[in-house]
């Protein structure tokens, strides 16, 4: 598994409820840009519609040497998911405060995969405290690293 790219904000903005692993309906210019790393899942999110999982405002960059096979580039794109997933997605979704956002796009063999999770936003003092905790978890490995140096 080679991850092409993650969705940081989206850790930053959500807490994480469960993951699920989508195939990416793509056209080979999109494959090929991937592959190079021309992709970003910034402010992008899945929506079911009709039945069917979409990825909404993903950006992958035209491919260069792609002429007339090249695709707009924030088009809404399909996940492949079973259905009785997608089923329990848009129970779930139904709830108050639950989304559905992408987290990283990877590479499983020759197929491209998106790695989703069902998602509740955070609240603001949510924020500040994943920041405090992530800040003082630091500090703490700064002083056993400090403490460790001094013994040798």
């Not at 999109?30 to 190079?36: A, D, F, L, N």
């Not at 998106?114 to 800040?135: C, H, M, N, P, T």
């Amino acid at each position: 598994m080679k991850v092409i790219t993650t969705n940081k904000k989206a850790f930053h903005d959500f807490t994480m409820v469960e993951t699920f692993e989508a195939g990416i309906n793509l056209v080979g210019c999109e494959v090929k840009s991937i592959r190079q790393g021309e992709v970003n899942l910034k402010d992008s999110y899945a929506t079911i519609y009709n039945g069917q999982l979409l990825l909404k405002n993903a950006y992958i960059k035209p491919y260069d040497k792609g002429s007339y096979s090249n695709v707009e580039p924030r088009r809404d794109r399909r996940l492949l998911m079973h259905k009785h997933e997608i089923m329990r997605l848009l129970g779930k979704v139904k709830e108050k405060g639950y989304s559905i956002v992408p987290l990283k796009v990877y590479l499983n063999g020759s197929l491209v995969k998106v790695e989703i999770a069902l998602a509740k936003g955070k609240q603001l003092f949510d924020k500040r405290d994943s920041i405090a905790k992530r800040d003082l978890d630091r500090q703490q490995q700064r002083d056993v690293h400090e403490a460790l140096k001094g013994r040798y």
